[in-house]
């Protein structure tokens, strides 16, 4: 057994080094708050989940993921994998979006109330997603955040909501969009040329767009958020909408709820789509993301 019961994942890569300066801070929190801890940093893509197995096998009762959605998600997908119903995972921000969080309340100024939590044993238990073999905690989206995703990645000067915004903005002049016919729980398939397609487990996602409004972490469900294609200036509108989670009903704005969703597109061999700001690619023109119910402790303030 560990000396500690709590292992700390670092990514200091995270919100382009943000990481590995608040990881400094955040470990001395923890332990004034939980007493001491354990911890490794990620030196490489794909290193996070070999920490995290180890340690899982190791026999720790507590995970923290210090960095944004893609650590947090990695975290919480070698969890539910190791089918360890005992361990409860600790989210502290250090990305660029942190949107899982958001749905939480766990901000950068909360990072005391989740060391708080974590000392009181306070949780909830959240649904979290799976597509293929991977489980998620937030995210599942295709088209145009593909574009932003890719559009960020070659912008160095901006950081956090201010980036998303920029690149998303811009890509309302380029992204071409994509045929999709989405269909839940095995029903007729709805099929339009849309901008994007986000299949939400929590309600943010983008650095600040409240994509899901009414989605619940705990309702062992989904929500498909289709937004259609149009025309530039019509698409900043929409965004305008989605930005303070006022788009529900408007034209061109599909919202259903589901616990499968199959996703096919037309006309390619593969989709790129994105899980909790991953990209990746599938092995096929179709996909399915479906929920777990109640399969994830979390530490909530």
């Given at each position: 057994?560990?000396?500690?019961?709590?292992?700390?994942?670092?990514?200091?890569?995270?919100?382009?080094?943000?990481?590995?300066?608040?990881?400094?801070?955040?470990?001395?929190?923890?332990?004034?708050?939980?007493g001491p801890v354990d911890h490794a940093a990620s030196e490489r893509p794909g290193h996070e989940r070999a920490l995290l197995d180890r340690a899982l096998a190791e026999g720790y009762r507590s995970i923290v993921a210090v960095g944004g959605d893609g650590t947090w998600s990695a975290a919480a997908d070698r969890i539910v994998a190791s089918g360890r119903q005992d361990v409860a995972l600790g989210l502290l921000p250090a990305g660029t979006g942190n949107d899982f969080g958001k749905s939480l309340g766990i901000r950068?100024?909360?990072?005391?109330?989740?060391?708080?939590?974590?000392?009181?044993?306070?949780?909830?238990?959240?649904?979290?997603?799976?597509?293929?073999?991977?489980?998620?905690?937030?995210?599942?989206?295709?088209?145009?955040?593909?574009?932003?995703?890719?559009?960020?990645?070659?912008?160095?000067?901006?950081?956090?909501?201010?980036?998303?915004?920029?690149?998303?903005?811009?890509?309302?002049?380029?992204?071409?969009?994509?045929?999709?016919?989405?269909?839940?729980?095995?029903?007729?398939?709805?099929?339009?040329?849309?901008?994007?397609?986000?299949?939400?487990?929590?309600?943010?996602?983008?650095?600040?767009?409240?994509?899901?409004?009414?989605?619940?972490?705990?309702?062992?469900?989904?929500?498909?958020?289709?937004?259609?294609?149009?025309?530039?200036?019509?698409?900043?509108?929409?965004?305008?909408?989605?930005?303070?989670?006022?788009?529900?009903?408007?034209?061109?704005?599909?919202?259903?709820?589901?616990?499968?969703?199959?996703?096919?597109?037309?006309?390619?061999?593969?989709?790129?789509?994105?899980?909790?700001?991953?990209?990746?690619?599938?092995?096929?023109?179709?996909?399915?993301?479906?929920?777990?119910?109640?399969?994830?402790?979390?530490?909530?303030?």
């Amino acid at each position: 057994m560990p000396r500690a019961s709590t292992f700390v994942l670092l990514n200091p890569a995270a919100g382009r080094g943000r990481g590995a300066r608040r990881g400094r801070d955040f470990l001395t929190l923890l332990e004034r708050h939980v007493g001491p801890v354990d911890h490794a940093a990620s030196e490489r893509p794909g290193h996070e989940r070999a920490l995290l197995d180890r340690a899982l096998a190791e026999g720790y009762r507590s995970i923290v993921a210090v960095g944004g959605d893609g650590t947090w998600s990695a975290a919480a997908d070698r969890i539910v994998a190791s089918g360890r119903q005992d361990v409860a995972l600790g989210l502290l921000p250090a990305g660029t979006g942190n949107d899982f969080g958001k749905s939480l309340g766990i901000r950068h100024a909360k990072a005391e109330a989740v060391a708080r939590a974590m000392a009181e044993g306070r949780e909830q238990i959240v649904d979290v997603g799976r597509i293929g073999g991977r489980y998620f905690l937030n995210v599942v989206g295709i088209g145009f955040d593909i574009a932003v995703i890719d559009d960020a990645a070659s912008t160095p000067l901006l950081k956090g909501d201010s980036l998303y915004r920029f690149c998303a903005l811009r890509q309302l002049f380029r992204f071409p969009g994509i045929p999709v016919a989405l269909a839940a729980d095995g029903g007729a398939p709805l099929e339009r040329r849309y901008l994007m397609l986000v299949i939400a487990n929590g309600n943010y996602f983008g650095g600040s767009f409240h994509i899901a409004p009414r989605a619940s972490l705990n309702d062992g469900m989904l929500d498909a958020v289709s937004i259609f294609d149009a025309p530039p200036l019509a698409r900043a509108r929409l965004f305008s909408l989605v930005a303070k989670g006022k788009h529900e009903g408007a034209a061109r704005v599909d919202v259903r709820r589901g616990r499968r969703f199959t996703v096919h597109v037309e006309g390619v061999s593969a989709i790129r789509y994105e899980v909790d700001g991953e990209v990746c690619t599938s092995e096929g023109p179709s996909l399915a993301v479906e929920t777990v119910p109640r399969a994830l402790r979390v530490y909530a303030p």
